[in-house]
């Protein structure tokens, strides 16, 4: 499909090697996967999947990898969570922002996933990851994709940022704003982007930038860090965009970019705090960061952003009384008989158990969650049953019976497809198992008299 003429008399104007721009479109659109540190480090990830190539610039946790050859949807790697599948430039922005572990980060517009599981694996389970989308159904996708990557101190949320930003006032340590815009570095990669920008041109997504960016200023605290990113190319969506935004908060500032370090270009302006990928000069698809931060909670400075700075709800009280109450004995008799560790005291919701995360949260009343922690399952009559997202945040030496199944076994893939069998590669004890790849947990199943029930979720089976 030809490029729009509009689009290429812009960007004809705005780069000098737009010939060389031009003919990249002729590249097959370059695919990566990142490792998550959640789980194994990039170099035990490289010596297990050995159709991975070679790392990204800009993140030393990702690899391009050769489509035509390798579908790593379809490994039992994939399944345990060991990686992401992510295009390369995508990971630029959580690679670049300086999230430590204990820190309080906002994914403000998250799905499908990839950016919040990346943040997640820097906070290595301390702190909390709050991953928001406005969208109800891409919310469900980012929810499954937390949970497959063992993410175990996320609040999932489907809101508004307007919405948001009247409980989490002055909260967040970081906040990433990958924010809706025309996607023109997708049009290599999906010609579906390309028929959208006819309808959707960079400038009907201004109003919206403007806005979740309004909100997310309300919820950076002072000296917290703010990274916007997008994948399109329009000054207008980027660097004016940013520039905009300076000049209506006086209490930020640009955050210098190592650009060499990380193997970027500099923005057309505000040189030293934004940068470029350009699909003709790196590896990647088009791809814009700005780094910001706030420098002092002035609230006299704008007065009109600190008209949802409402209180919120006395913070943590109902968190409280749920720690207070003892874990219901169906979960503690499950814990005694199959786990190795005793487990913290959870909130209980209705039937369903949770470890919220110990982050000071605010009252998440009246707000649309999608998940508060991790999920460990739900109590049913004299039983608990455990959850997906219980079996992969753990490792395998935290149970006391596991089938662990080689990778490239068969008895594994009828698992991953939803099978009850009697295993003929593993041992099976009765009573609860958790079922792993080469030492990877992947799921559960329950054994009885040898036969292995199927606990793997419908909506994750093998295809």
């Known amino acids: 499909m030809p490029l729009p003429s509009e689009f290429t ?42 159709d991975i190539g070679e790392r990204v610039d800009w993140c030393a946790d990702g690899f391009y990898y050769d489509a035509a050859s390798f579908r790593p949807g379809k490994s039992p790697y994939y399944h345990a969570g060991l990686y992401y ?3 390369p430039s995508a990971m630029s922005p959580a690679a670049v922002m300086d999230v430590l572990p204990g820190h309080r980060v906002l994914d403000l517009c998250a799905a499908p996933g990839g950016k919040s599981t990346q943040l997640a694996a820097k906070l290595a389970g301390k702190g909390v990851l709050a991953a928001n989308d406005v969208s109800a159904s891409r919310a469900r996708a980012l929810l499954k994709n937390i949970e497959l990557n063992g993410v175990t101190n996320s609040v999932i949320t489907n809101e508004t940022p307007a919405r948001l930003a009247a409980r989490f006032a002055g909260y ?60 399109t190319f329009a000054p207008e969506e980027n660097e004016l965009m940013i520039s905009e935004f300076l000049s209506s908060h006086a209490d930020f500032a640009g955050v210098a970019i190592s650009h060499a370090d990380y193997g970027i270009e500099p923005g057309i302006y505000n040189e030293e705090y934004t940068a470029r990928i350009w699909p003709h000069r790196q590896k990647g698809e088009g791809h814009f960061l700005a780094y910001l931060q706030r420098l002092e909670d002035d609230k006299t400075s704008n007065p009109i952003r600190w008209k949802l700075n409402m209180t919120p709800n006395p913070i943590g009280q109902k968190l409280e009384s749920a720690y207070l109450r003892r874990n219901p004995s169906e979960y503690t008799d499950f814990c005694d ?13 209705g039937n369903s158990l949770h470890m919220p995360p110990d982050a000071g ?83 559960w199943a329950k054994v009885s008299n040898g036969r292995l029930k199927n606990k793997y979720p419908r909506g994750w089976l093998l295809n």
């Open 9 to 50: 008399a812009r960007m004809s104007d705005l780069l000098p090697d737009f010939e060389k721009f031009s003919a990249s479109y002729a590249d097959a659109p370059l695919t990566g996967l990142r490792a998550n540190t959640l789980k194994i480090s990039a170099e035990k990830l490289k010596s297990l999947v050995l």
């Open 85 to 87: 599948i992510q295009e």
């Open 172 to 231: 967040f340590d970081r906040i990433l704003v990958d924010a809706p815009c025309s996607g023109e570095g997708m049009f290599r990669r999906d010609p579906d982007a390309m028929k959208a920008w006819a309808a959707r041109k960079p400038g009907a997504c201004l109003a919206l930038q403007r806005e979740i960016l309004h909100f997310a200023a309300i919820m950076l605290k002072p000296g917290g860090r703010l990274m916007y990113s997008t994948c």
């Open 337 to 349: 008989k199959y786990l190795n560790f005793t487990p913290a005291p959870v909130a209980r919701h």
């Open 361 to 443: 949260l605010p009252s998440l009343d009246g707000l649309r969650v999608l998940r508060e922690g991790l999920y460990l399952g739900d109590v049913l009559t004299k039983r608990f049953e455990p959850s997906q997202a219980f079996a992969i945040s753990l490792r395998s030496d935290d149970v006391r019976h596991c089938i662990d199944f080689p990778s490239d076994s068969g008895d594994l893939y009828r698992y991953l497809k939803g099978e009850s069998f009697e295993p003929s590669s593993a041992t099976a004890t009765d009573g609860w198992n958790l079922v792993s790849a080469d030492g990877f947990p992947i799921g």
